[in-house]
T-cell receptor, first 114, second 114 residues
């Protein structure tokens, strides 16, 4: 069965420092991976996705994610964190071939301190 | 995403009451989903619909029912609400035309069952 894991409940980083939010996956077949962000009192917003191709995927708001097949990871990164990046981040994987259904991780709360 | 709206945004109800949560979208998407979000558990799929005549159970459908009244409308019902259905509920949509399209989320409905 497809699954994703977000090993950190919370990540704290100082503004201006690089940030990483971790995600590992377990899939049969090719992984189709997504990152979403949830700001307070808002729905989830799509950040980026990996389907195939370059291992470094660029997304919205300056975020990028690195797909690593050998480590079965898809970590979210940003070179310089902003206080406004503080939010809840979800990694997700497509639940199977030829479906839009997603399986979400448990979420990681990112706190960026001034 | 303003193209996906949910009503009500907040609801407090009592055990045993019937509740309906509504979702409307102007994105023209065929596929719609209902999720619930609980702290530490991420998002879990309740029901999904790939077109008006297609309704499918997700991983946690017990105690819920849905109705796809039109392409743009997908409602979720709790026939007899219980306290452990207290959660944040999200509707989402995706486009049939692409195989790997992301989902677009509404702002959520916060439901409290007393």
């Amino acid at each position: 069965a497809q699954s994703v894991a977000q090993p950190e409940d919370q990540v704290n980083v100082a503004e201006g420092n690089p940030l990483t939010v971790k995600c590992t996956y377990s899939v049969s077949g090719n992984p189709y991976l997504f990152w979403y962000v949830q700001y307070p009192n808002r729905g989830l917003q799509f950040l980026l996705k990996y389907i195939t191709g370059d291992n470094l995927v660029k997304g919205s708001y300056g975020f990028e994610a690195e797909f690593n097949k050998s480590q079965t990871s898809f970590h979210l990164k940003k070179p310089s964190a902003l206080v406004s990046d503080s939010a809840l981040y979800f990694c997700a994987v497509r639940s199977g071939y030829n479906t839009d259904k997603l399986i979400f991780g448990t979420g990681t709360r990112l706190q960026v301190f001034p | 995403d303003a193209d996906v709206t949910q009503t009500p945004r907040n609801r407090i109800t009592k055990t045993g009451k019937r509740i309906m949560l509504e979702c409307s979208q102007t994105k023209g998407h065929d596929r719609m989903y209902w999720y619930r979000q609980d702290p530490g558990l991420g998002l879990r799929l309740i029901y999904y619909s790939f077109d008006v005549k297609d309704i499918n159970k997700g991983e946690i459908s017990d105690g819920y029912s849905v109705s796809r009244q039109a392409q743009a409308k997908f409602s979720l019902s709790l026939e007899s609400a219980i306290p452990n259905q207290t959660a944040l509920y999200f509707c989402a949509t995706s486009d049939l035309s692409g195989k790997f399209n992301e989902q677009f989320f509404g702002p959520g409905t916060r439901l409290t069952v007393l």
